[in-house]
């Protein structure tokens, strides 16, 4: 099968980076790593394709060395040179194709789809004037001729939205952001110590922006706005200050660069609104199940995924509800999301929240591991986007039907809110029933906190009026509890002698009066042990 119409003359590199790494990685450039593509070939097992110079291959069904050395002998005979292939690659000759490896959870529809838009994009941007305006990237490139230095146009998220030509005289900041479609969290954060974004919302005029590093170029930046409303920025890479009429020239395009950006937003705005309120309404219980079905998640099990950045330092059981979360990063955080998740996992409706990010992830009926393949998705999302930073996912469900979801996204809740303490250590992407004991614990010290229970009581009390609240023989004892009662576990935890473990115990026992055969004593003096631990934030180990 031939898909013909596309006539530009984009390079393989240039089409990967622009797809970008959550759905495209080059893993061989080939000898066709340089030239012009121009269409799609659908190479599908018992269906003849038509290959040619400057076609993508899509290599639907190869799986094994035999397949993909029959394939690209094909390819080879008529002159195709770029194969993509699903994850895992097998393996193949350095002198072969240019080979592109494919998110194995990606389906070939949208695989073909993406590729192909790009391909007819680039054709319509090298046909057209550059100072034509009709277009971002067009526009971009025109900004880059005017000017003399390569752009990028980002929106108000700093997400990338078109870049000019020229970008190899750039630096790795700016290589960084367009194979990443945005810029990583690390710069933005830089940026804003720098009060970079501060200054341009307080000038109609390009700002200049010194080097910050021997490796980097300069900027001068100016940000696009529809009255007082700031919809993106325009970022040229420069050497130095641009002149009076470079300067001139960029002020001039910030107007039309708007225009474009508003068309953009007000073409996908709605739709996406309209997806993303039936999604909160099915979050949150309110939406019957004719609503519901316009989501198209089909009627199988539904994962709820809650996704925010853990709190930094802060601690106690109201952290969360105090932290103050950058509602921009949280905002491109769900975009960069919904992009990956319309390459790998079309069946799922992402939710911007207040502050948090929730993914209503669906399978088939017959799908018997939906948790497991929720807690992978989220775990290969993390790992190949730099807008991650910090963040943590809390995995729900999986939820029988739509009226359950609402009560896994409040389980979901919990567990975000126990992932994100300070004293809890371990992986990013945990589900509900992990996070079981640091959740009772959480709720156990708002009871204790609502009720004015003491921190302590009982043997705990007596024990910390005789030595403080963290001397050693507490320590003993929460070394002991941990060790589950194993004395030389807890010796070796706290690094002392089995012997000096034993003399602490017996001291605990004289000071505290604590029983060590009576369990509901152990259990409290445990609970209040671990509750104080939550409470500071001060963990000897993962909750």
């Known amino acids: 099968m031939r898909e013909s119409g596309a006539r530009g003359h984009l390079p393989v590199r240039q089409l990967v980076d622009n797809i970008g790494p959550a759905l495209l990685r080059l893993v061989q450039e080939g000898t066709g790593s340089g030239g012009p593509l121009t269409d799609i070939a659908i190479h599908a097992p018992g269906a003849p394709a038509q290959l040619g110079p400057g076609c993508v291959v899509l290599g639907v069904g190869v799986t094994t060395e035999a397949e993909l050395r029959e394939l690209t002998e094909a390819m080879r005979q008529a002159g195709a040179e770029v194969l993509a292939v699903k994850a895992p690659v097998p393996p193949s000759a350095d002198d072969g194709p240019a080979i592109i490896e494919v998110n194995r959870d990606a389906s070939w529809m949208h695989v073909a789809t993406t590729v192909r838009e790009q391909l007819l994009e680039y054709a319509r941007t090298r046909v057209r004037s550059a100072g034509s305006g009709a277009e971002l990237f067009a526009l971009a490139n025109a900004v880059y001729q005017a000017v003399g230095a390569p752009v990028t146009i980002e929106d108000r998220f700093s997400a990338l939205v078109a870049w000019s ?28 110590e720098r009060q970079e974004f501060e200054r341009l919302h307080t000038s109609t005029e390009p700002v200049y922006m010194a080097a910050t590093g021997a490796d980097q170029l300069a900027r001068v930046a100016i940000a696009v706005r529809a009255g007082s409303d700031v ?19 960029l002020r001039e395009f910030a107007p039309v660069v708007a225009l474009q950006l508003v068309g953009l937003r007000t073409e996908t705005s709605y739709a996406r609104r309209q997806r993303g309120e039936l999604a909160a309404a099915v979050l949150g219980g309110a939406a019957d199940p004719v609503e519901a079905s316009r989501l198209q998640l089909g009627s199988g099990p539904v994962c709820v995924l809650a996704a925010a950045p853990r709190l930094a330092g802060r601690a106690g059981p109201d952290a969360s509800g105090s932290d103050a979360l950058d ?31 929730y993914v209503l992830a669906a399978w088939p009926p017959d799908h018997t591991t939906a948790r497991e393949s929720a807690v992978a998705l989220a775990r290969d999302f993390l790992a190949r986007t730099p807008l991650a930073g910090d963040y943590v996912v809390a995995v729900g469900g999986p939820a029988g039907s739509m009226g359950r979801i609402a009560d896994v996204r409040a ?23 992990d996070m079981a004991l640091a959740v009772l614990l959480l709720h156990l010290a708002d009871a204790t906190e609502a009720l004015g229970l003491p921190e302590a009581g009982g043997a705990l ?83």
Not at 167 to 192: K, M, P
Not at 231 to 249: K, M, N, S
Request: hydrophobic content about 45%; charged content about 25%; aromatic content about 4%.
């Open 231 to 249: 919809l993106g920025y325009i970022w040229a890479a420069v050497t130095g200050p641009l002149d009076e009429a470079a300067t001139a020239r």
């Open 411 to 433: 389980q979901a809740d919990a567990a975000l809110r126990a992932l994100r303490h300070p004293a809890v250590r371990g992986p990013a992407v945990r589900t509900v029933e």
């Open 461 to 543: 009390h007596r024990l910390r009026q005789e030595e403080g609240q963290d001397g050693p023989l507490a320590a003993t004892l929460a070394a002991y509890l941990a060790a589950a009662g194993a004395t030389d576990s807890a010796a070796e935890a706290l690094h002392i002698h089995p012997n000096t473990m034993r003399y602490r115990l017996r001291r605990i026992r004289e000071v505290s009066g604590l029983d060590f055969g009576d369990a509901d004593a152990m259990l409290l003096a445990h609970l209040q042990l671990r509750v104080r631990e939550l409470r500071t934030g001060a963990s000897r180990g993962s909750v």
């Open 327 to 357: 509602a921009a990063g949280l905002r491109r955080f769900a975009d960069t999301l919904e992009y990956f998740l319309a390459a790998v996992h079309p069946r799922s409706a992402v939710v911007a929240g207040t502050g948090a990010v």
């Open 165 to 192: 030509e020229g970008q190899d005289r750039t630096d790795s900041e700016r290589i960084e952001t367009i194979l990443g479609r945005a810029v990583h969290q690390r710069t933005l954060a830089e940026q804003r």
